[in-house]
């Protein structure tokens, strides 16, 4: 059973070096992307609306507050969704430095 363990490990291990040396993403990686940075965008947005309502509720005025926020909360989340593809980006790039052939098994 131990030898067997190791077995599973290691081809799981060695599956994953595989999937990080593949140059591109697959369909699947790329909605689930889409996904995130549109959640990014909208979370932001409707906590900005919501607040927006909720000071108008406490001042009213000439201002709307809705607006105001509405357009702070989709500037965060733009700027939210923006970092989080700078930085996927960037983890998706790093290379592992012994590791030449993606087929290459990782020695230990």
Known sequence: MDNG??????????RMVRAKAKK??????WIGMLGI??????IP????IA????????FPGKYSFT?????????????SAWRWVEKSYK????????LKDPDEKVKK
């Open 5 to 14: 363990f190791k077995k599973n490990i290691s081809d799981k291990e060695e």
């Open 24 to 29: 591109g993403m697959g369909t699947f990686a």
């Open 37 to 42: 940075i549109g959640w990014s965008i909208t």
């Open 45 to 48: 947005l409707l906590i900005g």
């Open 51 to 58: 607040l927006g309502r909720w000071l108008e509720g406490l």
């Open 67 to 79: 607006l105001m926020f509405m357009f702070a909360g989709l500037a965060a989340g733009c700027y």
């Open 91 to 98: 983890n998706r790039n790093t290379e592992e430095p012994g």
